[in-house]
């Protein structure tokens, strides 16, 4: 079973309007959490990271939230543009026995917004 | 700084071939990631070097596929013989390490590798 969850799978939203991504992860020990956008075919590029003691980061009209309580984060996009047609990854970081850093990813969610 | 370049873009071969996915990290990253990305199972990182010297390849699928990283600025993924489940998107990252074990990695624009 994946360490981490990704909902929902895929959405669309109309031009202008919000959305909200959600990610929960079993991962631990946590280090940090961090959002990738990735545009059709091009590499992911970074949106957050926050580590255990950040609740919130934002990055223009992206902001992620983190509960590290319940092990859950979320992605805010607002005011939704087309240019935000693109997968979002979460992805966790963990300590490993070795002391260096595990990663585990979701299966991301595509967005698609329309005109 | 011109990003993390991958060679080649695109590349076909036929199973049985070798492969090799290169890879010229960002000039002063200590951090190198091979990443291997398809529909089913999504992004999987396949192994990750500091300094050159491989940390964890608990990610590599099997015996066929070697990294290496020869000097600071360049890496290798080959797959040796290749087989049409290896067709995927392969993507090369670097990376600093920060505080806390915080390190922003920086994705190349990956090689689309059919093998058929």
């Known amino acids: 079973k994946n360490q981490v969850e990704q909902s929902p799978q895929s959405l669309i939203i109309l031009e202008g309007k919000n959305c909200t991504l959600q990610?929960?992860?079993?991962?631990?020990?946590?280090?940090?959490l961090r959002w990738y956008k990735q545009d059709t075919g091009r590499g992911p590029v970074s949106l957050t990271i926050m580590t255990f003691s950040e609740n919130t980061k934002s990055n223009g009209r992206y902001t992620a939230t983190l509960d590290a309580d319940t092990k859950q984060s979320s992605l805010h996009i607002t005011a939704s543009q087309l240019s935000d047609s693109a997968s979002y990854i979460c992805?966790?970081?963990?300590?490993?026995?070795?002391?260096?850093?595990?990663?585990?990813f979701g299966a991301g969610t595509t967005v698609t917004v329309r005109a | 700084d011109a990003g993390v370049i991958q060679s080649p873009r695109h590349e076909v071969t036929e199973m049985g071939q070798e492969v090799t996915l290169r890879c010229k990290p960002i000039?002063?990253?200590?951090?190198l990631f091979w990443y291997r990305q398809t529909m089913m199972r999504g992004l999987e990182l396949l192994i990750y070097?500091?300094?050159?010297?491989?940390?964890?390849d608990s990610g590599m699928p099997e015996d066929r596929f070697s990294a290496k990283m020869p000097n600071a600025s360049f890496s290798t993924l080959k797959i040796q013989p290749s087989e049409p489940r290896d067709s995927a998107v392969y993507f090369c990252?670097?990376?600093?390490?920060?505080?806390?074990?915080?390190?922003?990695?920086?994705f190349g624009p990956g090689t689309r590798l059919t093998v058929t």
């Open positions: 000039s002063g990253h200590d951090y």
């Open positions: 990252a670097s990376s600093l390490r920060g505080s806390g074990g915080i390190y922003e990695q920086y």
């Open positions: 990610c929960n992860y079993t991962v631990s020990p946590f280090s940090n």
């Open positions: 070097f500091n300094n050159n010297v491989p940390i964890d």
């Open positions: 992805v966790v970081s963990a300590r490993s026995f070795s002391n260096d850093y595990k990663l585990s």
